[in-house]
Structures are given as C-alpha cells and as structure tokens.
C-alpha cells in the first residue's frame, strides 16, 4: 500500500510512546516450523512468515529477510546455506582487475533477487496497517562479499581502481534491485552497510559513503523511504559524514554506545537501535532483556527521535518469550 513515508517519519518522531523497529523477520521460522533453508528459498514463506510477525507484534513498520548473501549470489558468488543459519558466502568472485572488468552487472531477478521481490508484493497486500520494508545490502558490504571481506581492504589501498570498478558496479545493480522493491509495493528499504563500520573514516569517505549517497538519491522518495543500518565499531567516528548521506533513518549495532551518535543526529530524523540480538534477542531471557530495554529507553529518551530496536537482524531461534518481553517494555509494560 502506497503511503507518505515522509510523514510517516514525522509521527514516529512524534508519538509520545513510539512503537519499536526491529529487524525482526528470521524469528518466523519458529512460528511456522519450517527451516531457515525453506525460508530463504521461498517467497511464499517469506510473505507469510513477514504477515505473522506482523499480526503478532506492534512494530512501526515490517521487515524483510536481511539475507546479505542474495545480492552477492545474484553476481555469482557461491553461497552455503544450511537448514538453521543465516546464508554466507564462500570464498571471493573477484580478486584481480580483469575480473572486476570482467564483472558482469546481474539483472534483477538473478539467482533469488526475484524470489525476494515477489515476497514483498505478496507481503504489501496482507500487511496493510504498518510500512512494509525491504531488507538489502549495502554497496560496500556487497563488494566485499564479492571480493573477501579482509582482502578488499587491503584492496582499497593496494588497488583502489579495482575497488570503484566494482562499487560502481554493485551500486548500479542495487539502484535497479530497490527500484525493483518499489514497483513490488514496498514502502522503503533497510540498507545493511556494515563493513563500512570497520574502515577508517577517510577509508569510508573514499569507498563507502558516496556510494550509499548516490543510491539513496536515486531510489528516495516520498513515498519510498531508506534506512541505513551499520553495526561497526568505528561509525561513531564517521557519524557526521552518515548523517549527511541522506537516509529517511539510521539504525545502528549494539557495538555502538547509542549516547555517542545520538547527540549529533538531525532532529527530524529516526535514530534507532541497539539491544543486543545474541545477548538478549537470542541468549537473554525475558526478564533481562525487559530490563536492558527499559535502561535503554531511559538512557536515550531525552531525544524523540530515538527509536528503540534491536542492534542487527535477530537471530532465527531467538526465543519469543524475549522478542514479546522487548516489545512489551517497550510500551512501559
């Protein structure tokens, strides 16, 4: 359903109880007993188990898969994808120049990109009453994926021309992949870019963040929102350059002491994060995590534009009794 997402921003902000954001979709499985492995090869699933999270949780908005190995098959990475985690890349496509030459830019539709996509058209016609987001990769994270996530940091200094041939490359399929994702009803992406985080900040001014910028301002629109997420260590050192990338919202990792980029952050713009999803989501139990959300909210509620999250995808057996109990305190309960 097509709706105003600015103005969505804007009573998010303004809510004085603000319903919480999580990247909440893997968790799913449970709901329906199926594997990870089913999930990730199904559209229907997918749907479905994005149209029972919804019914089961108060959230702003409803999230897609953050698989971060789509992307990278659609170039023609090799994936390991076992029946209870999250698929992974295996090994690097690209590790000399004349391959990143070579590299061929996939059509939306490669490898599982259309079966995501055809998971979001059938998930905006049964969630009518939130935003229906779809979960991507990040143009950096994706290069790295495709050409190992330590060697394309060596790259950035030994072979830099190497490392823009490919982000260009990564960065003109992803425009044509959220496009994709708007046509299919959805209402915004979730842009995972968290290899950035492990650059230094004129490292990611160099490979990172025009990148981002330029396919926030291709896809952005008032009715199509981007949220960057990024998890890494160092993006307190990088935060003025984030916020002036463009992004709808910024939602960050639990590595990040959230009182070290929420000062900087434009009012009028969504901060979100970051109870732990190993420590709490998936290894806490309801009554820790209740308590570690509520201090959150506490330690970070002089600022109405933060809005409580998870730090990163939750993990799929995360248990439900700690995803209710985050969702509950949330609203005071």
């Not at 049964?126 to 987001?133: C, E, G, Q, S």
């Amino acid at each position: 359903m097509k709706r105003n997402m600015k103005q969505w921003v804007a009573d998010l902000i303004a809510a004085p109880v603000k319903k919480p954001l999580p990247l909440l979709s893997f968790p799913c499985v449970q709901l329906m007993d199926v594997s990870v492995k089913q999930l990730v090869m199904s559209s229907d699933l997918q749907a479905k188990g994005m149209k029972l999270v919804a019914d089961r949780v108060d959230a702003a908005a409803s999230v897609s898969l953050m698989d971060l190995s789509v992307e990278a098959e659609a170039f023609g990475a090799s994936i390991h994808i076992s029946e209870d985690e999250v698929p992974t890349v295996v090994g690097a496509l690209i590790s000399e120049e004349e391959e990143a030459d070579a590299l061929k830019i996939p059509t939306v539709g490669a490898g599982r990109t259309g079966l995501c996509v055809e998971a979001i058209r059938q998930a905006a016609q049964t969630i009518p009453d939130r935003p229906v987001l779809a979960g991507v990769i990040g143009p950096y994270s994706l290069a790295g994926r495709l050409m190992d996530v330590s060697e394309i940091m060596i790259l950035c200094y030994d072979e830099p021309d190497m490392v823009h041939t490919v982000m260009e490359k990564c960065t003109a399929f992803l425009t044509e992949y959220c496009r994709a994702f708007r046509e299919a009803g959805a209402n915004g992406v979730v842009i995972a870019e968290p290899l950035t985080g492990l650059l230094s900040p004129g490292l990611a001014r160099e490979f990172s963040h025009p990148y981002v910028e330029k396919l926030i301002a291709a896809v952005q629109t008032e009715d199509f929102c981007v949220i960057y997420h990024n998890c890494g260590d160092n993006v307190p050192h990088m935060i003025t350059d984030i916020y002036q990338l463009g992004a709808a919202g910024y939602h960050f990792g639990d590595a990040i002491d959230m009182m070290a980029v929420l000062p900087q952050a434009p009012r009028d713009v969504p901060v979100m994060g970051n109870v732990s999803p190993a420590a709490q989501f998936r290894g806490g139990t309801p009554e820790s995590i209740a308590a570690v959300t509520k201090e959150l909210l506490k330690t970070c509620g002089a600022y109405p534009n933060f809005v409580i999250s998870g730090g990163c995808d939750i993990p799929p057996q995360s248990p439900w009794e700690n995803i209710d109990a985050f969702f509950a305190a949330a609203k005071g309960e």
